[in-house]
Nanobody, 126 residues
Framework: QVQLVESGGGLVQAGDSLRLSCVAS????????IGWFRQAPGKEREGVSC?????????YYADSVKGRFTISRDNAKSTVYLQMNSLKPEDTAVYYC??????????????????WGQGTQVSVSS
């Protein structure tokens, strides 16, 4: 069974850091790009970051998080991480990870990804 499970969310203050984890099971992580998405209350889900498959290794970020967030992967642990620094209240959202292709990774569009996790809540207070 293909499954992605997110963890690491929490309630922090502006300027703090969090590291989210996305653990994959039921498939070989090496062959897939993994994207992080977020959905704030009353807003549509948006792409945050993506790391392409092991053969490519490129990283992509939304403009709103460039310079603050870093995506990485540890294929031996079947895990993708999202290190989030200098958090802002506008980063408050439920964060999801999903599997996709290297093509979809470049544009981080949710309709190009599947096998969504259940999400982890990130709340940043001012």
């Amino acid at each position: 069974q293909v499954q992605l499970v997110e963890s690491g969310g929490g309630l922090v203050q502006a300027g703090d850091s969090l590291r989210l984890s996305c653990v994959a099971s039921g498939f070989t992580l090496d062959y897939y790009a993994i994207g992080w998405f977020r959905q704030a209350p009353g807003k549509e889900r948006e792409g945050v970051s993506c790391i392409s498959s092991n053969s490519d290794g490129n990283r992509y970020y939304a403009d709103s998080v460039k310079g603050r967030f870093t995506i990485s992967r540890d294929n031996a642990k079947s895990t993708v991480y999202l290190q989030m620094n200098s958090l802002k209240p506008e980063d408050t959202a439920v964060y999801y990870c999903a599997a996709g292709s290297d093509y979809g990774c470049k544009v981080i569009l949710e309709n190009l990804f599947g096998s969504w996790g259940q999400g982890t809540q990130v709340s940043v207070s001012s």
